[in-house]
């Protein structure tokens, strides 16, 4: 036995040494194993349609959960687990794709494209085309892709594409398709800068946007991109509250199209088709869309119908060269809805619109907008050689078209709408059909308000690499508008004709006096113009002539020089600019209808009247000379901004900007209540821009938090309201206006089939000091000027609170579920500069949408998408503006605390769409 025992324990001890050998060895080899297995694969992630890094991007090793996230310029480093295999790259929004690696391989530059299959588009102008991504030193930036437009746009503005981001409020939904419109931070949208592919698109007179113009914008827009603040464009542009990029589809590298359907609520009806040729060998290819649209409008007596056409012809006959045509317009009318008193909306119902009536069986409108505005540029890419670019686009545009109204006298029905009945009525029996203000017997018509413009403007910018870290750019901006304003008889509603006589002005623009009648010229229209756009194209509104137009008749011609340049200072960790443009405007008014020497006295020229029988014409009396036009006037300005970030880690970033501004005023506020007198108190505007902001980014979740301060001061603020009827406008001049600010964005991929996004706006904006109030109404006529208080004053018209919450749920492969909550609290009344502002009820949305992809053919690249979206999901009632701030007293009707006197809309109720787009 003890033999034994000592023999089982030799054998167990040789046993355990070589287990513990085995062991040992088998660690070492699977160590071994494990490390030659690891790879290190590096890249860098581009979006095709924006042609920029792509920060945030998923980059997950094929049949594991190994993965990482790109930085902020869009490059990864990512270890994998076997020696070699695939690496899958992701974005939300994007398509994804599926990369081979064998040991450590670096995969260079890769592109992802949109879902919405608008990959390979060749974006020309990027050197014009101020993107945030084109600049290492960021700015406060949201950015739409074509997918997500076009999947919740449905049958809204274009403007509704930007309500879940910080700092946005879109107003006037209510007035009628394309009568929107949007503050940024505040600032109503003449002080925002609207690009069309890096060309200046607000107004040159006034710097406003009519939306009804760009309804096209959602089917041609490949991305828009929204600057909140100082922005990154280089022009001197009224980039106050920010500038909003909107980068059109240019001609396609392949062959494919597209056809859509699309219904709505009230009637709506979209169709498009559109086609892209594809590049050929040679470098050719061309792109074009055409679209139809029509519907009743959410509210009574807001019709609509419009069309887009959009064309585009690309060359690239190397790498050196690109070149590219494109034009667009969007053709349309639609019937508007004016504010009214929160009481009228109460007793006739929300739907409630009185511009609107019946002739027997025929349905007529008093307000009506109607309008075309061709947009063409041309396109030129310079690649000069490996350090050095050149981007040229020149462009043109061309507008037609104006808005209808009444004048006479008007008469309403029992409920509140035009009796065209009694109009009709009346107007027969006036003698001979002539009526007119100063007819014997008087009448009523439709006028339309015309508006016409020819704008032609170069642009082009020169970027120079200066070494491994410096980028330079310069370049210069042209433009040369000229614009005409007068009013012709829309319709005559039975009369024959109309005679005005209007009250002249000397060139000193006292009122002239001359012979027996006085200081008065006498028109008499006889021809009408249809309230249509392609009417006006076609019936050759540009030449009217002089004797038909009515109340006035205005031309401007205003042309600008501007020259800009930027350094920017990039590395690894840091970098900083510096940008600085100067620029110039002229001004010069021509005024054909208030001034004498245009004089027709019984329709003869004062230039023609011979009282003494000499048989010559009589010389004009003193202060009456051959003279319309007004003084040029010549205005300097400039800005400067400058700014840097520092990159903490690959997940951090913090930066800081600054800007001054010294803004030419518009136009408008240039000469003195619609005449030739130059404003003595119009004086550039000044604005101080500070903002600072930090980013995190991590695999599965990203935010910007940004705070800023702006202070605008010598500003001009314009509102308008109805009194007793009829349009009245009011304008304060010397405005001193302080915004400021916090705000927080945050998107989060907890899971693959889930992302929730969100933000935050917190605002400050008030007026201060004091200034001038002026009231005028529609006829130009001026009615009051006084001086006003408005320190600590609220700014209106924009909520300055505002939150949201979002989510996107990947069900399965094709079929995907999304809905937004937006809140809105501290919105005031749009009154321009008061010292009492009429704060209104706080109210929240809900929106929701279904999408589903159906792929098709063989090789699965054709596919049918279909979207149903409700907006308003629950039907919320609430007011979504207000034109008036009259305060509510003991004893007088309120609605939720607000006087019922107040006018100005509800905001829609629940609304939906439906649509099908096939792709081939």
Known sequence: MIIFAKYLKNQFNFNMKKTTQFLLLSVALLFSVVAIAQSTVTGTVTASDLNAPMPGANIIEKGTSNGTTTNFDGFFTLVTESASGEVIISFVGYGSITLAFDGDTDLGTISISPDNALDEVVITGTGI?????????????????????QKKIGAQDITTALVNTPSVYVSGLSGGFGDSRIAVRGFEQDNTAFLLNGQPINSMEDGRMFWSNWSGMNDVANAIQIQRGLGSSKLAISSVGGTVNFVTKSTDAREKGSVYVGIANDNYLKTTYSYSTGRNAKGWGT?????HWQGD?????NFGQGQTYFLSVGYKPNDTHNVNFLITGAPQWHDQNFSKSIQTYL??????????????NQYLTERRNFYHKPVANLNWDFNIDETTNLSTVLYASWGMGGGTGNRGNRIRTPEGRIDYNAIYSFNNSVPNGEGGFFAAGGGYITRSSMNLHNWYGLVSNLEKQLGENITWNVGFDLRTYYGKHFRLVENFHGLSSWQENIRLRDQNNNHATYGSFGTYKRVVATEDLAADPWSVLFAGATNWSEDQKIAYSNDER????????????????????VQGSVSNQWHQRFDMYQYADQALINGTSTQNVDNDDDGQPDPLPAGIEDGVDS??????????KGGGSYLIDEDNKVYVNAGYYDRQPYHDNIYLNFTNLVNPATENEKILGLEAGYSFKSQFFSANLNLYRTSWKDRVVTSSSV???????????GVEQVHQGIELDFTSQPLPQLRINGFLSVGDWEFKGEGIT??????????????????????????????????????????????DFRLYDNLYSDVGAVKENLKLPSYNLVDSGVSYRMALGKDKQKSLNLRFNVNNVFDNVYISELRTNIVAEAGDDTYEGINTANQGYFGLGRTWNLSARYRF
């Open 774 to 819: 002026r009231i005028t109404d529609e006829e130009q006529n001026v009615l009051s000027t006084e001086s006003t208080d408005f320190d600590g004053g609220k700014v209106g018209d924009a909520a300055q609170f505002t939150a949201g919450l979002g989510a996107d749920v990947k069900i399965c492969d094709d079929l995907s579920w999304d809905a």
């Open 287 to 291: 792109s074009f869309m055409i679209s």
């Open 297 to 301: 409008g959410y509210n009574e007596g």
């Open 631 to 640: 003084e040029k006037v010549s205005n300097f300005g400039f800005n400067i």
């Open 558 to 577: 205003i042309s600008y020089g501007g020259f800009f340049t930027q350094f920017e200072y990039a590395e690894d960790e840091f970098s900083a600019f």
């Open 723 to 733: 009194v007793d009827d009829q349009l009245q406008f009011s304008t304060n001049e």
């Open 347 to 360: 007793d006739q119902g929300r739907k409630f619109n009185n511009n609107w009536g019946m002739y027997g």
């Open 129 to 149: 085309i101020d993107l945030a991504e084109d600049r290492q030193t960021p700015v406060a930036v949201s950015t739409l892709k074509a997918a997500e437009i």
